[in-house]
């Protein structure tokens, strides 16, 4: 979130108030320099940022739209797929995948989910994201480890996800309590 202008910003700081002046781009070219500069930052991350965030919004559709899962749950399954991203564990050929283990684990941890419940969400995986049950369920456990089994994440991780996804669902956040 911190590169939605790239580099064309400019930045003035006043003695009494900071202002930013954002020139106009294609946004084609846009894309090109946000990935460009995380590209440099995170030279280990096999995917573009542009190709994370658009996986991010298929995470956040199949969870709220098809399943009806709230923001906290998909919150947590950002910061998985974040982590496994960071971790330079995902590339072009299971970024689906690991997107689908991240939704799968996020919902098992908060929520307290039965049988018939779990087979929908794989059933749904499976059609909107165009996957093999038995890949996804054989990705589950590796990521899992790579997670190193920490899936109850500290608020300060959830947080921000969680703020920016009800930012976007309506114009005020609702309180978030959690019992970690």
């Known amino acids: 979130p911190q590169w939605p202008c ?14 930013t002046v954002i020139e106009y781009v294609k946004p084609s070219d846009l ?28 995470i956040r559709k199949l969870a709220q739209e098809d399943c009806g899962y709230e923001e906290p749950t998909i919150a947590m399954a950002y910061v998985y797929f974040e982590k496994l991203a960071l971790y330079g564990k995902l590339d072009k050929q299971n970024r689906k995948l690991c997107a689908g283990a991240c939704i799968l684990l996020a919902a098992k941890i908060s929520n307290d989910l039965k049988r018939p419940e779990v087979k929908h969400l794989i059933d749904r995986l499976e059609e909107r994201l165009r996957l093999n049950r038995r890949e996804l369920l054989s990705l589950e456990f590796p990521a899992l480890v790579a997670l190193e089994f920490k899936l109850h994440l500290p608020q300060r991780e959830i947080l921000p996800h969680y703020r920016r996804l009800c930012q976007t669902r309506s114009s005020k956040p609702t309180l978030l309590l959690f019992s970690i």
Do not use: A, C
């Open 6 to 19: 790239g580099k064309h910003k400019r930045v003035l700081v006043f003695p009494s108030y900071t202002t």
């Open 31 to 58: 894309k090109k320099d946000m990935n460009e500069t995380f590209s440099e930052k995170f030279p280990h991350v096999q995917l573009t940022l542009s190709k994370i965030r658009s996986l991010k919004r298929e």
